[in-house]
C-alpha cells in the first residue's frame, strides 16, 4: 500500500511539474521603460537596452510563479547622448557604485504584481499592474508567453535625489518615474 501511495505522490508531482515551465526572456521582443515629469509640463521617455531575466509560467493554470530580473543601468537610453551622461552620473543613478537595477516577484494578486525593487542600493516593495497577455507556439516551435508590468515608485524613496528649482516654481525633473515593462518569455529548453 506504502508504495502506491509514493507511487502515487510522485506521479501528481510529476504532472504539476509537467505544466510549469522556465522562460528566458526575449530581450529582442521586450522593452523596459519610463516616463518622468520634465520642467513640469512634459514627459520624457526612456528605456534600458540591455536587461536579463526569467520566470517561471504554469501553462495549466496560466499563472506567473516567479520573476527575477536585473538591468544595466549603463544601457539607460532616452534618446539625448547629454542627458543620459548625467542619468549615469553621479548625481542620479551613480552607474559606477550600483550598476544594476534588480526585480523579484514575490506574489501575484488578480492583476497585481507585489515584489522587491532594488535601484541605487536601496530594496523597496512595489505594487504593480500586471496583465497577463498569454501563450502562444511560434512558428519555429518555441512557447511564448507575454506579461505586462505597470506601475509607478518615487526616485527619492531609492536615494536619487538630484533636482533643480525653476524660477517660476516646479522643479526640473519630477519625482515620480512612470514603469512600462512588456516582457516576451521563451520556454527553455
Do not use: C
Not at 504554469?58 to 516567479?66: A, C, G, P, R, V
Not at 543620459?84 to 537595477?101: C, M, Q, R, T, Y
Not at 496583465?131 to 511560434?138: A, R
Not at 536619487?160 to 521563451?186: H, P, Q
Request: net charge neutral; proline share 1%; charged share 30%.
Amino acid at each position: 500500500m506504502t508504495k502506491f501511495l509514493k507511487l502515487g505522490l510522485a506521479s501528481i508531482l510529476a504532472s504539476g511539474a509537467l505544466f510549469a515551465g522556465t522562460y528566458n526572456i526575449d530581450t529582442s521582443h521586450s522593452h523596459v521603460g519610463f516616463k518622468v515629469k520634465h520642467m513640469m509640463i512634459s514627459n520624457v521617455k526612456g528605456q534600458f537596452d540591455k536587461f536579463t531575466g526569467v520566470f517561471e509560467y504554469d501553462e495549466k493554470t496560466n499563472t506567473l510563479k516567479s520573476l527575477n530580473g536585473d538591468i544595466e543601468v549603463s544601457s539607460i537610453n532616452t534618446a539625448n547622448e547629454k542627458r543620459d551622461g548625467h542619468l549615469k552620473s553621479a548625481e542620479l543613478f551613480n552607474v559606477e557604485k550600483f550598476p544594476k537595477i534588480t526585480f523579484k516577484l514575490e506574489k501575484i494578486d488578480g492583476d497585481k504584481a507585489f515584489g522587491k525593487l532594488t535601484m541605487h542600493g536601496v530594496t523597496k516593495d512595489v505594487e504593480l499592474d500586471f496583465e497577463d497577455n498569454g501563450m502562444v507556439k511560434d512558428p519555429w516551435g518555441n512557447t511564448r508567453v507575454g506579461i505586462a508590468l505597470n506601475g509607478k515608485i518615487n526616485r527619492k524613496d531609492y536615494g536619487i535625489t538630484w533636482n533643480k528649482v525653476l524660477e517660476a516654481g516646479g522643479v526640473a525633473v519630477g519625482e515620480t518615474v512612470k514603469l512600462e515593462i512588456e516582457l516576451e518569455g521563451i520556454l527553455a529548453k
